[in-house]
């Protein structure tokens, strides 16, 4: 019979390590996924996913049960996150539909080329792998309420309150990065067509 997180909470908190290792073995992968969805790579996801679970064995004692574990596990991976993304903040990349201005005036910005060969389908473009590419070419403040809201399920005024965000801003930036993300994947769709078009003509050329 499987035991749900609220009696394996408990154990964890009497001790049972047992216990706690089920616990993050049940959600290690989501943790993971988040992780990675924020920073956009591997190696950092599962640093800072190994660093939310030591918060969490070290900080059980004083989870409630207000809300899930879950949730409280997902804040707790969110805050680390937004913490490592924050340090690097000094040098900090700006939204892409925004210009760069230097010091010889504005110039658009150019997107990163996330094409691979051209014989390559779309529908393998469109996989985990290049929508993440496309997430991580969001400033962090975009990429972190798209994911709080598509991957963690957090409602809108969960957002605002978690970020200490107004709901209009919070309702901006998903909007804006929403917007950004499909015209990124119509762009690619429509781009490999033509690809796939010219390789067509040129075989039977």
Known sequence: MLVNDEELVKRSKLGDVEAFEQLIARHQQKVYNIAYR??????????????????VFKSIDKFRGEASFSTWLYHIISNV??????????????FLDEPLVTDEGTLEREVADLRGAPEVAFEQKESDVFIQQLIST???????VIVMREMMGFTYEEIAGELHISLGTVKSRINRARKYLKERILAERELCRKEERLLVERREA
């Open 38 to 55: 924020l920073m956009g790579n591997p190696h950092d996801a599962s640093d800072l996913a190994q660093e939310a679970f030591i918060k």
């Open 138 to 144: 969001l400033n962090p403040e975009y990429r972190v």
């Open 81 to 94: 996150c937004r913490d490592e993304l924050r340090k690097r903040s000094r040098h900090p990349v700006s």
